[in-house]
């Protein structure tokens, strides 16, 4: 804490994985006796950079601009972007030290980074989104490579941002590097299912959950925090899984849907009109309810998706969630489980899945990106997919074995800490612990 004053979401995600490496270092004397977990805490670089665009008055505006490089152990670095006005060092750091373990766990030769900036693109026209990025890459570029450090999306960058970061990086280095950023469009060098990869992956993460409780998807009763990327394909594979998602929010306020959210008009209202909660609200007239002030866990669940932002599931909701007899909680979103609520939900013999394992499909389709870019190939959607549910598959497994074999049976958080540590200190020691 001496050492990274003010940092309070990094110093939070790194307490949940210290806490559960007590019997790793107990059982592998290598990792005892090196600096590995001070080393694994402190990223490789950190860059700090002024962002200085026009808006479309011709007005001067000034942002700041992230990459935190954390650890290259395993593969190039690689995470997302985020453009929201809450960025700041330690959001980045929090972000980043997450990826590496998040990384490791998919089994694929990635490093964890992570980035972005305080701008924020609500509001702003397609132009000056434009500019700001084309500024932004001017610095970042310099630090960027498909052998070195690999973006991607985030909150508040999507294809639109990507395409136009991309456009910079190739106008400044004269190299169609295609491998450089993920979450391209298809017809430049993207990924079938990249877009769809977060959400879709965090619902096969709680099909294997409940599979493993001889359950399904089929008949059960869905809440998702958040109406982005991840929120509006989490919705879109509960309903093919036969499940009903019954309620959605944005930062305002949440919409309760009975018969189930018309994913069609959400993605309409979102993608299209770059709309709001009302707006679905408004369209969908007697089937729906707005409700603002209140939390959105207070809507009755079988399976909550918290996949808006950090620290959204409090201890007050996770009660709330228990007591109307939730049965998971899986996060789409990074670290929106506050410690807390996290012990709730385990009291009350909630499942409970974190982000680093449940929402890891995102940056593992982006690895399947690189793949493709890398042999200048591009895989049909059904293909892409089923990749992605071995990947899901695979991390299921692995925290769940890893958990049991550490003495934690069924502990996902204890198993994902465990075993996405596990790959990256054992690389880290073979290379000389640099
Ligand atoms: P988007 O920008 O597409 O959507 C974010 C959603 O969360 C919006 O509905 C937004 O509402 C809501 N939100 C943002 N901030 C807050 C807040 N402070 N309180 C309440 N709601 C808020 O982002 P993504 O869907 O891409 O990302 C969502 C989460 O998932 C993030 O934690 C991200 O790190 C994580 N994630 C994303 C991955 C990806 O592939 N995109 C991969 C792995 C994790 P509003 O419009 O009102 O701001």
Redesign the pocket.
Known sequence: VRRNPGEQEFHQAVREVLENLGPVVDKHAAFADTEIIRRLCEPERQIIFRVPWADDEGRPQLNRGFRVEFNSALGPYKG?L?F?PSVYLGIVKF?GFEQIFKNSLTGLPIGGAKGGSDFDPKGRSDAEVMRFCQSFMTELYRHLGEYTDVPA????V?QREIGYLFGQYKRITNRYESGVLTGKGLNWGGSRVRTE??GYGLVFFVDEILKAADASFDGMTVVVS??????VHAVQKVHQLGGRVVAC????GFVVDEDGIDLELLREIKEERRGRMTDYAEARGDKARYVEGESIWSVPCDVALP????N?LDEDGARRLADHGCRVVAE???M?TTPEAIRVLRDAGVSFAP?KAA?AG??ATSALEMQQNASRDTWTFEYTEERLAEIMHSVHDRCLETAEEYGSPGDYVAGANIGGFIRVADAMVALGLV
């Not at 999306?153 to 508040?156: A, L």
């Not at 929010?249 to 305002?252: E, I, K, V, W």
């Not at 996949?307 to 950090?310: E, F």
């Open positions: 997302g985020r929201h972000l999306g985030d909150t508040g999507g990869a977060t958040g109406s982005g990327n991840v929120a929010s944005d930062s305002n996949c808006a932002t950090q959204e789409g979103a990074n929106p982000g929402n995102g940056v």
